[in-house]
């Protein structure tokens, strides 16, 4: 069964709290929190202190996506913020397996995001340390997008790498135009962590969209 994780980017942000609990309700299994500087991807969120104003509305999964130039400058503050677990981007690290181990020491679970034409072979001497590989299925900084179809078959390998390492345990998450049609797709080629925004946020019944992506 795949854990479903909301990503509050398409939510209300003039009632983030009450939207982050009406999910809770509707069956979410993680918040996905995407965290955007406007130097890294074209588009800028929030932060730590909307983090920690949240933090208080679910007891689930803070899945902070950090799509920020330098991460390590302020992965402290997002984990007082009430991060659960962190995703960097490979592309925004020059010392990944650093970045890596510096989430790991802190106690969190340490995820490493791709873009779509990053290459898997970016993560394969930092694979054994990873407790998640996001792969992105649309460029990222904006909801809403069209899912990127050749990410069916970095999946499938991604797999098949996990499999032959005995890293059957690394969760595979998408982020990016998945929905009732993709969501199938994916979980076939390998992923089990499903973020989506769009396909929750824009429905009036958040269980059933929830309910659709299972
Ligand atoms: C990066 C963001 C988005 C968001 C999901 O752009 O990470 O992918 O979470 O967006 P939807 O599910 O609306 O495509
Ligand atoms: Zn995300």
């Known amino acids: 069964m795949a854990i479903i994780a909301p990503s509050i980017l398409s939510a209300n942000f003039a009632a983030l709290a009450a939207d982050i609990e009406d999910v809770d309700r509707a069956g ?17 969120t929030f932060g730590p202190p909307v983090i920690s ?3 208080s509305a679910t007891k689930l999964t803070f899945d902070v996506h950090l799509m920020i130039e330098k991460p390590e400058l302020s992965i402290p503050s997002y984990i007082a913020a ?50 998640l590989v996001l792969i992105m299925t649309v460029n990222p900084g904006f909801g809403g997008q069209k899912f ?12 098949a790498m996990l499999k032959q390492r005995g890293l059957d345990h690394v969760h595979v998450q998408v982020d990016g135009g998945i929905n009732a ?18 396909a929750v946020f824009t429905h009036q019944d958040r269980a059933a969209a929830i309910a659709a992506l299972r």
């Open 148 to 159: 990127i179809t050749s990410s069916l078959e970095k999946l499938r390998t991604l797999r």
């Open 181 to 198: 049609e993709t969501a199938p797709l994916v979980v076939e080629a390998g992923a089990n962590v499903l973020v989506a925004g769009n």
């Open 82 to 131: 009430g991060a659960d677990r962190i995703t960097v981007h490979a592309e925004a690290c020059v010392h990944l397996h650093r970045v890596v181990h510096m989430i790991k020491e802190a106690g969190l679970p340490a995820g490493v995001a791709l873009n779509p034409a990053t290459p898997l072979s970016a993560i394969e001497h930092v694979l054994e340390d990873l407790d």
């Open 53 to 55: 104003a949240v933090r």
């Open 28 to 44: 979410a299994d993680w918040i996905h929190i995407d965290v955007m500087d406007g130097r890294f991807v074209p588009n800028l």
